[in-house]
């Protein structure tokens, strides 16, 4: 297999990253769709990298911490081949559904861990994974700028953002992409998305 050539590779958003036009979404990577070898995942992550699609996508709750793992053991030795975007937001709950927190401490503390678990210094793109209702976004996102200014993390992110929320958190801080399911199945709600994010210049990443 060739590697993607570079003429092929997208700008996200504003940013000064650019990259292939399909990343490695590396959920499955952690028994979401059945048992999943860490080696073997490992190596399939390197194996992508070396054919160009570098941008990597994980987050906190994948596993819940267990894929950042492998992918930071992955990346090893080419961190500077790959552009890293991971996740926060979705709390673990006992014996029901997952919960979500978008508190400025929360978002702080949840970056710090992931840094420690990818073994890296600084996050590509960090992504709200879900919008805590109960926490006004542009509290949300300010901490996440806060995270920029300390050198953490290079750009921001949005997951499954209503368009309104998408304004107000890019009001506050450059959105470089906003990730939302995208598929045969699931058009309708994302083509309003699709629209603010062009009218925004913000980066649409489409995940089915």
Not at 10 to 36: E, F, H, Q, T
Request: aromatic share 6%; hydrophobic share 40%; proline share 3%.
């Amino acid at each position: 297999m060739k590697a993607i050539p570079d003429n092929l590779r997208r700008r996200l958003g504003a940013s000064d990253l650019r990259v292939s036009p399909i990343g490695l979404g590396c959920m499955s990577l952690s028994g979401i769709y059945g048992a999943a070898d860490d080696a073997q995942s490992e190596a399939l992550i390197r194996a992508a990298v070396e054919r160009g699609v570098e941008h990597l996508d994980t987050a906190d709750m994948y596993g819940w911490g267990h894929n950042e793992e492998v992918v930071g053991r992955a990346i090893r030795g080419i961190r500077d081949k790959v552009v890293l975007a991971t996740k926060f937001g979705q709390v673990k709950r006992e014996g029901g559904a997952n919960g979500v927190d978008g508190r400025p401490e929360y978002v702080k503390q949840a970056c710090e861990a992931s840094l420690k678990r990818l073994g890296v210094e600084v996050i590509d793109l960090y992504y709200q994974h879900r919008v805590d209702p109960r926490t006004p976004i542009e509290e949300t996102v300010g901490a996440m700028a806060d995270l920029v200014k300390a050198g953490k993390v290079r750009y921001l992110g949005l997951s499954e953002a209503h368009p309104d929320t998408v304004r107000r958190a890019h009001a506050v801080h450059p959105i470089a992409a906003v990730e939302t399911e995208y598929s045969l199945l699931y058009r309708v709600e994302a083509e309003e998305t699709r629209k603010t994010t062009r009218d925004l210049g913000i980066s649409f990443v489409a995940y089915s």
